[in-house]
């Protein structure tokens, strides 16, 4: 019986990890925790009868807490109840499903305490990864990739030397947007940029996807992930989303990873490592799908990619800027106080703002991200 516990289990990710946990009557959950959904984790907890549950907002925790009285579970509250599931000593294997960089310090505890990370919180490597990496080094526990891109290049390299990488070819499905000049872009609305055409996710991370800032940061992550120079990332822009990444060697050859866009493959992959189970769903039909395509993307239309690497390259508490600027934007955006291309704008005017610091704290990181935030309500009155 392996034992998890979930950060975030009422969005997409944690929603999906569920499904993968009703499939495998071998996997527990011990723990939950999500922000302030109380329905849906009321549901969550009688189904699957955690010991813990946290809610980020306390007025939420008490709501619960009233909720599930007829149950035998703790109920938490704020960071300190994110940090007490990430350490309690039931659970094996913690999934950071949560979003923002509320996920680091939680994963950082977590490790100390000697728990596997299946990490679905990008923000955590992209702000803290120089924190984040050699710690899990040293505690000797394994950080296993739950984004699609990342496990598909983690599956790349299984059996293979990490030194004799060339280059990772990182794929992007190009978003909805795809081939559209920044003319077109200046009338987008909010339900346009919802409309992913291959993967179901939540509203942050389709926005993202929409603008390549989702790509931005996978290249970030995929640096500590692996290991590999900026220049060595290459993003591919590969619209049918079959191919989920590959890696080239210094041989020549490319491994690449294949499926279905399905979040439940990564997922399971990710719980079960190394070994493979069985899993529903659709195959992928060759035949049916009869050619796959690969396009160059465009960082002049879609600058959040671009602005990721300039991010990467300066390093320090930049990443960090570049992240909690288009969390900002993009929160902007969904309320619609912003129009779709001020989201690049506004994360470009944070990053010449501010003057990075290099190899930072916690504290450092957690303070250039509030810096930001001050930053763009200072901008964005309206």
Excluded at 9 to 16: A, E, K, L, V, Y
Aim: proline share 5%; hydrophobic share 45%.
């Amino acid at each position: 019986m392996k034992k998890i516990a979930i950060l975030g289990s009422t969005g997409s990710i944690g929603t999906q990890t569920l499904e993968v946990v009703r499939s495998n009557p071998d996997l527990k959950v011990t723990a939950l925790a999500a922000g302030s959904s109380v329905e849906a984790m009321e549901r969550q907890i009688r189904e699957f009868k955690p010991e813990a549950a946290a809610m980020w907002s306390g007025e939420a925790a008490a709501d619960l807490r009233e909720r599930v009285r007829d149950l035998n579970v703790k109920i938490l509250s704020g960071m300190e109840g994110l940090l007490e599931i990430a350490v309690s000593p039931e659970s094996q294997v913690l999934v950071t499903a949560i979003v923002g960089m509320i996920g680091i310090r939680p994963t950082i505890a977590a490790i100390r305490a000697g728990k596997d990370i299946a990490l679905a919180n990008k923000e955590t490597l992209v702000t803290a990864g120089h924190i984040i990496m050699p710690l899990a080094k040293e505690c000797g526990v394994s950080i296993l990739p739950v984004d699609s891109e990342h496990s598909a290049i983690f599956q790349s390299l299984n059996g293979e030397p990490a030194d004799k990488i060339e280059k990772i070819l990182l794929t992007a499905s190009g978003g909805p947007f795809r081939g559209r000049s920044k003319e077109q872009l200046s009338g987008i609305q909010v339900e346009d940029a919802l409309k992913h055409p291959n993967w179901a996710m939540g509203p942050k991370i389709t926005i993202d996807s929409s603008t390549l800032v989702n790509k931005g940061l996978e290249v970030m992550e995929a640096k500590w992930l692996f290991d590999v120079e900026l220049d060595r990332i290459q993003v591919v822009v590969h619209p049918q989303s079959i191919i989920h990444s590959a890696v080239q060697y210094v041989d020549g050859a490319v491994i690449a990873q294949m499926g279905m866009p399905d979040m439940k493959l990564p997922i399971q992959y990710a719980l079960f490592y190394p070994d493979r189970r069985p899993m529903g769903g659709k195959r992928v039909d060759l035949f049916e799908l009869g050619s796959l395509t690969f396009e160059k993307p465009d960082p002049d239309t879609f600058r959040g990619l671009a602005l990721a690497y300039r991010a990467a390259g300066q390093g320090g508490t930049m990443p960090t800027v570049y992240n909690a600027a288009n969390e900002k934007a993009v929160a902007l955006f969904l309320e619609k106080r912003i129009a779709y291309l001020e989201i690049p704008e506004l994360i470009e005017a944070a990053m010449d703002h501010h003057s990075p610091v290099m190899n930072p704290g916690v504290e450092a990181v957690l303070a250039a991200e509030a810096e930001t935030h001050e930053y763009i309500a200072g901008r964005i009155k309206r």
